[in-house]
Structures are given as structure tokens and as C-alpha cells.
């Protein structure tokens, strides 16, 4: 890591070299520190080495703009987006979503957008993500009116939707209940039919989020 001023001052030829050589590494190296370099330039670079985030100088030179994550990814992917792996462990970068309680501090920009949408945590230091595992995923409603009343982020239990049977050509309704009894008349009972769940095809893969 190395930072300069990039200003040469007039000096002698051995000092000279030393300080144009320091200017070069700084150049070399996108300015990487863990604080800003002490004299901005509009449009200069910096390799923050504390949030490894590469940040561009604004060009009237007041603050600094963040460009990209310096991973593996050069933060194509931001902070708090889903992905499925094929996997059965995160990729770097990326945690899986089980969950878990993790710090508030260490995962910062995943706090900073995800709150404790997916849980508190222990209230003060730690947040959860979102427990995807088994899970099938919804788009939220936002106002449309085809899954109503239902906050950002919550889950939802199993359903099935209110339907009648034709029993002897004649339209009736089955009361709630495996045994499928009648809701007048005479009770009758239907054999059990089918495995734990509803469910379609799918493929099992590892639910992640960017952290």
C-alpha cells in the first residue's frame, strides 16, 4: 500500500528520486490505504483498504464515490442480493442464507440494507439473514392485490385453495380436514392420498446472499 500527495518538491538528486519513486508507487498501487490520501484530486483514485471498496474523487472534489467492491466479483453483485449456487457452500463473498445471526460491524453494508427485515438478531450487535432453506420464493404483492396484507420480507405458511367436489353429480362442499367429511348431509370418508406436502417440481440448489 502507498499514498502520496503527488507534489515533487525541489530537492536534491537523492531525495529527489526517493520522493518521485513514492509518487510512482501511489500511482501504481490506486492510492491503497486504509484512509483516504490526505490531498484530493478530482477524479483520483483510491483503493480503500479498509472497506475494500475502489473509490473515485467527485469532480468538484468533495467526496469520494465508491465504483466497486475489490473481490472477485468487483462487486458486480450488491450487497443484499440473492443468488442460488450450485454448490452446497457460499461462494466467496456471498453467505448463505440460513438464518443465521451475524455482526452488525463485520457485515455492515449487508446491515445497511437488509435492517432486521429477516430478524434482530441478539437486538444490539448481530442481524439474521433471510432463511431460504426449503423455501420456495414469491414476488411481494407491492399494492397488486394478489397477495394482499402480506409485509416485505414475511413468510407464509402452507395453503390450499378453497375448491368443491362432484359427488354423484351434485356439487358439494368438503369441510376442512384430511378425512374430506361433508359439511351436510351424511359423513363420509376418503382414503388418504399423496405424501407430506404440496409441492411441484424443483431442484434443490443453495439459496446465498451478498454480503
Known amino acids: 500500500m502507498s499514498q502520496h500527495d503527488m507534489e515533487i518538491a525541489n530537492q536534491a538528486g537523492a531525495s529527489f528520486r526517493a520522493d518521485l519513486n513514492d509518487a510512482l508507487k501511489a500511482l501504481a498501487s490506486t492510492n491503497s490505504g486504509p ?48 443468488m442460488f449456487h450450485t454448490k452446497s457452500v457460499a461462494p466467496s463473498g456471498f453467505l448463505k442464507c440460513n438464518g443465521a445471526a451475524i455482526s452488525r460491524t463485520t457485515f455492515g453494508e449487508l446491515f445497511s440494507e437488509i435492517g432486521t427485515t429477516f430478524g434482530a438478531g441478539d437486538g444490539s450487535t448481530t442481524f439474521n439473514v433471510p432463511d431460504l432453506r426449503a423455501e420456495f420464493i414469491r414476488g ?11 409485509a416485505f420480507g414475511s413468510g407464509q405458511g402452507f395453503s390450499v385453495e378453497s375448491h368443491n367436489h362432484l359427488y354423484g353429480g351434485t356439487a358439494i362442499q368438503f369441510a376442512p ?35
Open 140 to 150: 411481494w404483492d407491492d399494492s397488486r392485490g394478489v397477495d394482499s396484507g402480506r
Open 177 to 211: 380436514g384430511a378425512n374430506g367429511s361433508l359439511v351436510t348431509g351424511n359423513t363420509y370418508s376418503t382414503s388418504f392420498y399423496g405424501g407430506s406436502e404440496t409441492r411441484p417440481r424443483n431442484v434443490a440448489l443453495l439459496a446465498c446472499i451478498k454480503i
Open 35 to 82: 484512509s483516504q490520501p490526505t490531498t484530493p484530486f478530482p477524479y483520483q483514485l483510491w483503493a480503500d483498504a479498509t472497506t475494500g471498496v475502489l473509490k473515485m474523487r467527485s469532480a468538484d472534489n468533495t467526496i469520494w464515490i465508491s465504483l466497486a467492491r475489490m473481490d472477485p466479483y468487483f462487486g458486480l453483485t450488491k450487497a443484499g442480493m440473492i
